[in-house]
């Protein structure tokens, strides 16, 4: 059974860094990339990082280019560093994969809640 499991998320201050993590597991996951999304309250999920099976290409959303940096820990581990966290970025954010020939995620994680005071 494929699992994706994020942690890291947590309450931090307005300015502040914190690292969520993803390891999956369940099957291989050679070929695939992985990218976070995040889900606000009443609104829509979002794309938030990308990076590829090699780790040499990522994407960014415009919002969180400069300040988010995804990571390829290993084969099955993703990792998501941010910095300068702001009042719009509290969601719970997701892990997710997909082969990079493809379109469409087909793994998702549970999701880690991540909220910022001001």
């Known amino acids: 059974q494929v699992q994706l499991v994020e942690s890291g998320g947590g309450l931090v201050q307005a300015g502040g860094s914190l690292r969520l993590s993803c390891a999956a597991s369940g099957r291989t996951f050679t070929g695939y990339g992985m990218a976070w999304f995040r889900q606000a309250p009443g609104k829509e999920r979002e794309f938030v990082a990308r990076?590829?099976?090699?780790?040499?290409?990522r994407y960014y959303a415009d919002s969180v280019k400069g300040r988010f940096t995804i990571y390829r820990d290993n084969t099955t581990n993703t990792s998501l560093q941010m910095n300068s966290l702001k009042p719009e970025d509290p969601a719970v954010y997701y892990c997710?994969?997909?082969?990079?020939?493809?379109?469409?995620?087909?793994?998702w994680g549970q999701g880690t809640q991540v909220t910022v005071s001001s």
């Open positions: 997710a994969a997909r082969h990079d020939t493809l379109g469409t995620y087909d793994s």
């Open positions: 990076i590829t099976w090699s780790g040499y290409n």
